[in-house]
């Protein structure tokens, strides 16, 4: 019943933009805090960013600046708006829904900025 659908996933080059979507079905999306996570071939997989309930960011060090996220109530959904894409940002980018013990991830997205 949990699903958490991303697209806007692509091929995009060197300086490029991209925005991705998170569609969010089955919870009370309100109380979650969601975020952004990405995972390169043969790296951990890492945070990018969450925003809270109350619409409080947090970003890696390595994206503040170039990327935005952002969170639509209304239509259960969370946003990252990346600019500025570097090769760096390739990875397949993974939607998260956090609150209290509850966890759920996204099947994921591939994104890939070409040098």
């Known amino acids: 019943q949990v699903q958490l659908v991303e697209s806007g996933g692509g091929l995009v080059q060197f300086g490029g933009s991209l925005r991705l979507s998170c569609a969010a079905s089955?919870?009370?999306?309100?109380?979650?805090?969601m975020g952004w996570y990405r995972q390169a071939p043969g790296k951990q997989r890492e945070l990018v960013a969450t925003?809270?309930?109350?619409?409080?960011?947090d970003y890696a060090a390595s994206v503040k600046g170039r990327f935005t996220i952002s969170r639509d109530n209304a239509k259960n959904s969370v946003y990252l708006q990346m600019n500025s894409l570097k090769p760096e940002d390739t990875a397949v980018y993974y939607c998260s829904a956090d609150w209290l013990s509850r966890h759920y991830w996204g099947q994921g997205t591939q994104v890939t900025v070409s040098s």
């Open positions: 925003i809270t309930s109350a619409g409080s960011t």
């Open positions: 089955g919870i009370t999306f309100n109380l979650y805090t």
